[in-house]
């Protein structure tokens, strides 16, 4: 993580303009039994944190009941920024939450109210259950057990997908090239939507004991992606509760402004 970031000027002076210098206090504001909380970027209000606090216990809860025991785990470090610039230029990255080495790391401001990031949980399960061969179990997992991920939960982002004929097969969900290239969002609700097939299709206590070491050969793929196909079209297709209705709108015109990338200092 940086600890300052600027520009000099022809004089090889800081351009004071261009400076940002990250040194702050980094002591625990809030600790509770499984998250040591680090603020950043300013004095956070102590309301802030205890809801913030509570937010993430209570997600840690849904791990303790899926697992059946509370596995009492070293309290996690969690870094907390006030916006994506910040921890932009710190980090080089701009995601909501995301695990760097063995902290956890998200921004806490007003335009993710309500929407969860699956950083704890991603961080959590590693730390219980280990890296598994396919990194797809853990990214997945973390998400299913996430409630309000991207803020209504994977399952109802998988099901407007499905409805607009938009998934994949579970070759084209282990290939690298997916792994690697597709974007963070639809990565996130397909490798749920997997587990949450493996969990229904093998048992909870089968996906665990294959959870370290499953890598599918190919014909077991295939095999799987017979009953993949099923199952989606049984758990993923409208019903009167689900059925997502479309608005009826006029015409509507208008234009997009974007900035080509997001670079404030080489």
């Not at 704890?120 to 990194?135: F, M, N, R, S, T």
Request: aromatic share 12%.
């Amino acid at each position: 993580t940086r600890l300052q970031l600027g520009q000099f000027d022809d004089q090889w002076e800081i351009v004071p303009e261009q400076h940002w210098d990250f040194e702050d206090v980094n002591q625990a504001l809030k600790k509770s039994p499984h998250f040591v909380l680090i603020p950043h970027d300013r004095n956070w209000d102590i309301q802030t944190m205890e809801d913030f606090s509570l937010q993430i216990e209570n997600n840690y809860r849904s791990i303790v009941e899926f697992l059946g025991y509370d596995p009492q785990i070293t309290p996690q470090k969690f870094h907390i920024y006030a916006n994506a610039e910040s921890i932009g230029l710190r980090t080089r990255n701009m995601k909501q939450g995301f695990v760097k080495g063995n902290a956890i790391l998200q921004i806490l401001h007003p335009v993710y109210r309500g929407i969860e990031s699956e950083a704890a949980q991603l961080k959590v399960l590693e730390e219980i259950l280990g890296a598994p061969k396919q990194d797809i179990l853990l990214e997945g997992l973390a998400i299913y057990l996430t409630p309000r991920w991207q803020g209504r939960g994977y399952r109802h982002w998988a099901e407007r997908l499905y409805l607009a004929d938009c998934h994949m097969s579970i070759a084209q969900l282990l290939d690298g090239d997916f792994q690697q290239n597709a974007s963070y969002i639809g990565k996130g609700i397909w490798s749920a939507t997997l587990v949450a097939y493996l969990l229904e299709s093998w048992g909870k206590e089968v996906f665990l004991e294959k959870y370290p070491s499953w890598d599918p050969t190919k014909s077991e793929i295939e095999a799987l992606n017979q009953s993949w196909q099923s199952w989606l079209a049984g758990s993923l297709s409208p019903t009167p509760s689900n059925k997502h209705v479309l608005p009826s709108l006029i015409f509507l015109k208008c234009m997009t402004l974007a900035q080509e990338g997001y670079i404030i200092v080489e």
